[in-house]
């Protein structure tokens, strides 16, 4: 992980921007993993660790129809995530996480696993992702986190 994040910061510093994260199955690792690494504070503007239906509609924006329309783990609820990260920070680009990290919670549709992602960049187009992981809930929410970063890098380089 460390390797993701130092090569990360090199690019967001080279091209003088600013990452922020919006979480829910993750709890704040993603943050945890940037600031691990001195002088983040040039290219991570903050975190927003938003577990329930009421902190992403407070805290995003979140539309209180798309969550229960589409439920809090859907691409609709993480794009909405990542641009109201975007919009209530200084950040440049955003990576939002919601997911059913278990051993509960889980259904037929969105089984114990399942993960949504978006990233958003100012100025384009929101992505989104669904992944469904293996293993018990420590393993889901890394290699969450992994996804969720890997995924900024690759935004960062296209």
Avoid at 77 to 100: D, F, P, R, Y
Avoid at 112 to 140: H, P
Wanted: glycine content about 12%; some cysteine; overall charge negative.
């Amino acid at each position: 992980m460390l390797e993701v994040v130092s090569s990360l910061a090199g690019l967001l510093e080279g091209k003088g921007m600013m990452m922020t994260s919006a979480e829910s199955c993750t709890g704040g690792w993603i943050a945890q993993e940037v600031t691990a690494i001195p002088g983040s504070s040039a290219w991570f503007d903050c975190g927003f660790v938003t577990y329930s239906n009421m902190s992403k509609q407070k805290m995003l924006g979140v539309s209180k129809d798309t969550l229960e329309q589409c439920g809090a783990v859907s691409a609709e609820v993480v794009a909405q995530m990542a641009e109201g990260a975007l919009e209530n920070s200084e950040a440049h680009i955003s990576v939002a996480t919601s997911g059913i990290a278990g051993p509960g919670g889980g259904s037929k549709e969105k089984p114990v696993g399942t993960v949504w992602f978006a990233w958003a960049e100012q100025g384009k187009s929101v992505k989104t992702k669904k992944y469904c992981f293996e293993g018990d809930r420590e393993s889901v929410r890394k290699q969450a986190v992994s996804v969720a970063l890997e995924g900024i890098l690759q935004n960062l380089s296209d």
